[in-house]
């Protein structure tokens, strides 16, 4: 079982929350947190990494407050137990040189991670973060870290100002909307674009089927499969 | 060496404990092998097979609700024969007793589906007449005595495995639609499957689940699937394994006093992947304490 070392809001509705004692993973992968013994929210909750120190064995989640279970999440405290399942998922394969990073809202939360690796894989290679947000902005100072350029964009969509035509990779995670307009201009210009893609799951791990979505290579499994896929793949999907 | 007390026999099939992971929530046991030790359980019960297989239902699968969680996975699978080739060999490899779930559209692919299957190495035919997730046949055969015993007639004049007929708790008459299975040939019987239940979306003004309705499992339908089973098993002479919520070793001692020989656990293990192994442990911590030779001792005691 996991422990809590912090859990502090650090925007409206949104959370960051520390834990140890569970195994360190890779940007793009994720754990299904549960609180123990609540049976009443019977499932655990599929949250990303948002930064993982295997240093210190410390796992980050930062994450929104938009149901019953992940309210309950930011009801709990320092030292508290928590059942962090995991890491499960495929994470981000990383490509070699110039990296475009973009996320939209919550989906911000596992590209930190992913700068982190990108930057620590090669100190030299360019990142470039578009993040954009409803209203309130979060972890842009945290990108700053690791990315030669972060633009923040409050309101309105930030791929309208992504540059899909350099020679760079391309991440993305956000909203559906978001992930539908980047898969476009990313078509467009022939870009290497890769998504990750969330939806409600039960297990995590690839058996309930309950995560599924179409593909060109048939049904995959969001959680086991992914739940980082190519735009390509799954433009069905989105 | 004396036996295991947790060991038991269902359907001529020894199982070295009564705890069956329950079909549809562990796949053919790829998945949760890499995270558990899974030759450690009493069986597996695979992912529900149809004759050509399918892709399953569109739209929102899965909702949680107080204590549990609707779906509406529609049946997911590869066909019949992609199990029989790919995956029946792997789960024989794991140790546990092979049961494959073999459901239909049909009359024929459910006749179809079992002559494949009798080129498989399994140990029991778990017949589906119940999953409430599927249009056609699924469950629409488990509602009626006539119907739910002339599929398992037929089904076991074919089958060279024994039939265990999973029965829906969605049937008017359960107790009169058991006995009929069992007059029929079956051999044994699961109860219950899950509960037809509805979700809606209040701020989108819509059903949350394509299908509108979905199956309730879980915690919460715990005292429901206990009675039924209780009814079942004091009403037949074939073995009963319940099914039903079950999330600790307390709960699937209910289950066995109530008058099931074995049990499935499925919606707990998304929550908890190790809750078969602790019920598993419980049970044997149970038999130590209460000095039972053997826990079978227990079964239908109320």
């Known amino acids: ?238 | 060496m004396p036996s295991s007390p947790l060991c038991l026999s269902l359907c001529g099939v020894a199982l070295q404990n009564p705890v069956i992971a329950a079909s549809g929530t562990f796949g053919f046991g790829h998945e949760y092998a890499e995270i558990l030790d899974v030759s450690r359980l009493g069986g597996i019960s695979g992912k529900g097979l149809t004759l050509h297989g399918s892709a399953g239902n569109k739209g929102v699968r899965v909702y949680e609700t107080p204590a549990g969680m609707l779906n509406s996975i529609g049946m997911e699978n590869p066909g019949v024969q992609h199990f029989v080739d790919r995956e029946a060999a792997f789960m024989r490899a794991l140790g546990p007793a092979v049961i494959a779930n073999l459901g239909g559209h049909c009359e024929e692919d459910y006749l179809e589906g079992t002559r494949l299957l009798n080129g498989a190495d399994i140990d029991i035919l778990e017949l589906n007449i119940s999953c409430p997730n599927v249009k056609a046949g699924g469950m629409a055969l488990g509602m009626l005595p006539d119907t739910a015993a002339d599929i398992t007639r037929k089904v076991k004049a074919v089958s060279r495995h024994p039939v265990m007929v999973k029965l829906s708790p969605n049937a008017s008459e359960l107790v009169r639609v058991a006995r009929a299975c069992q007059e029929a040939g079956a051999d044994a019987l699961s109860l219950v499957n899950t509960i037809l239940g509805m979700a809606i979306d209040v701020k989108e003004k819509c059903a949350v689940f394509d299908n509108i309705y979905a199956g309730l499992s879980g915690p919460a339908i715990l005292p429901i699937a206990l009675r039924m089973v209780h009814q079942v098993a004091h009403a037949v002479s074939i073995p009963v394994v319940g099914l039903g919520g079950i999330a600790s070793a307390e709960d699937a001692l209910k289950f066995m006093m109530a008058g099931a020989r074995a049990v499935q656990i499925g919606t707990m293990s998304f929550a908890n992947p190790s809750a078969m192994l602790e019920v598993i442990d419980g049970l044997a911590g149970y038999c130590a304490s209460e000095g039972l030779s053997n826990l079978q001792e227990i079964v239908g005691i109320i």
Request: proline share 4%; glycine share 14%.
């Open chain 1, 1 to 238: 079982m996991a422990i809590i070392q912090s859990n502090q809001q650090i925007a409206q509705g949104i959370w960051r929350m520390a834990i140890s004692g569970a195994p360190t993973g890779r940007a793009g992968q994720f754990f299904m947190l549960r609180v123990p013994g609540a049976v009443n929210l019977l499932l655990g909750r599929p949250i990303s990494i948002c930064q993982s120190d295997a240093g210190t064995g410390e796992t980050t989640f930062v994450y929104q407050t938009v149901g019953r279970g992940t309210a309950q999440f930011a009801t709990l405290k320092p030292g508290q137990e928590i059942d962090a399942q995991g890491p499960y998922g495929n994470g981000f394969s990383l490509k070699e040189g110039h990296t475009v990073i973009i996320g939209g809202g919550i989906g911000t939360a596992p590209l930190l991670q992913l700068a982190k690796e990108l930057r620590v894989g090669d100190p030299d290679r360019r990142i470039d973060v578009y993040l954009g947000f409803r209203e309130e902005s979060y972890l842009e100072n945290a990108f700053e870290l690791y990315a030669d350029s972060v633009t923040v964009k409050r309101g309105g969509f930030v791929t309208g100002d992504v540059d899909f035509s350099l020679n760079a990779q391309y991440y993305a995670c956000g909203p559906a909307p978001m992930l539908r307009a980047v898969a476009n201009a990313a078509e467009k210009a022939n870009a290497t674009l890769f998504l990750s893609l969330e939806k409600h799951m039960a297990c995590g791990v690839g058996a309930c089927l309950g995560c599924t979505c179409q593909t060109n290579g048939g049904r995959k499994r969001i959680c086991k499969d992914g739940p980082v896929f190519d735009y390509r793949e799954v433009r069905d999907a989105i």
